[in-house]
């Protein structure tokens, strides 16, 4: 690959995971703010007990922590190196 399309995809790829990470924390402060709100109508809506909505979303934000590092960080960090080495 050429130094400069290296580069570029490293960029791109290091501001979608602060994007993603910016994007996550906002996700995270909503769902803090507006706990009982959602969890009165998730429990309402489809019969899900607050216990088990906490599980979905604990795993909903592992899912986001593990897309956020492996699908975009981790390619950034491996073209930073190929950049560096070119």
């Known amino acids: ?22 994007i996550a924390l906002l996700l995270f402060g909503a769902t803090l703010v507006f706990w009982n709100v959602a969890a009165g109508w998730v429990m309402h809506l489809f019969s899900v007990d607050e216990k088990t909505l906490g599980r979905i979303v604990l795993t909903f934000f592992t899912n986001v922590r593990i897309v956020i590092l492996f699908f975009f960080l981790v390619p950034a960090i491996a073209l930073h ?6």
Not at 5 to 20: A, D, E, P, S
Not at 81 to 86: R, Y
Request: zero cysteines; hydrophobic letters at 60%.
């Open 1 to 22: 690959m050429e130094r400069e399309k290296i580069i570029f995809l490293r960029n791109l790829f290091l501001r979608m995971f602060v994007v993603g990470i910016v």
């Open 81 to 86: 190196w190929m950049a560096k080495k070119s």
